[in-house]
């Protein structure tokens, strides 16, 4: 993890600080040499989070289980070590500590997912040895821009437009 990540994501204690650093070491931990990538995106991303957002977090991993299997083992493993301190930050600083983990394998990575535009606009990068997300980040970008893609207001949500084709979910990156 960069030395300097800590700094850049906008927290409201100390301890909501600490909070997001030992989940982020705990996650390079826990998978070891199965962990491709971790990046940070959305409102933690942005530097617009509000004590009630919840963290976005995707997690690449060279093999996963299932989608069910993989946050339950997230949400056993990684989640619950932390829980005392989350529900500590929340009595004492009335900070909401939500994890909300987009966990792929390597193989899904490498298809266009509908998270990959935001995370193309703000990502803070955790863990990337090979260069998986920045190759994420930068062929979504190419695709954003051959396909003209604008991101709009609708009601109190952004969603995502591409003026010259349909969204292109799950091409090959």
């Not at 893609?149 to 799950?170: D, L």
Request: proline fraction near 3%; aromatic fraction near 10%; charged fraction near 30%.
């Amino acid at each position: 993890m960069p030395e300097d990540l800590p700094l850049k994501i906008k927290t409201f204690s100390a301890r909501h600080r600490q909070y997001i650093v030992c989940v982020l070491k705990e996650i390079i931990e826990y998978y070891g040499s199965l962990l491709l990538g971790c990046a940070v995106f959305g409102s933690y991303a942005r530097g617009d989070n509000r004590k009630n957002s919840d963290l976005d977090l995707l997690i690449i991993l060279k093999k996963a289980p299932g989608l069910s299997l993989r946050i339950k083992e997230f949400v056993e493993r990684i989640e619950m070590k932390y829980e005392h301190l989350a529900q500590e930050i929340y009595e004492k600083d009335d900070i909401l500590c939500e994890l909300s983990p987009y966990i792929l394998s390597r193989d899904e990575a490498l298809r266009l997912q509908p998270l990959y535009y935001d995370l193309v606009q703000h990502h803070l990068v955790v863990y990337d040895p090979e260069g998986l997300i920045a190759r994420i980040i930068n062929s979504t970008a190419g695709i954003m821009l051959r396909s003209g893609a604008r991101k709009a207001r609708c009601g109190n949500t952004w969603e995502w437009y591409n003026e010259k084709a349909c969204f292109m979910g799950g091409e090959e990156l």
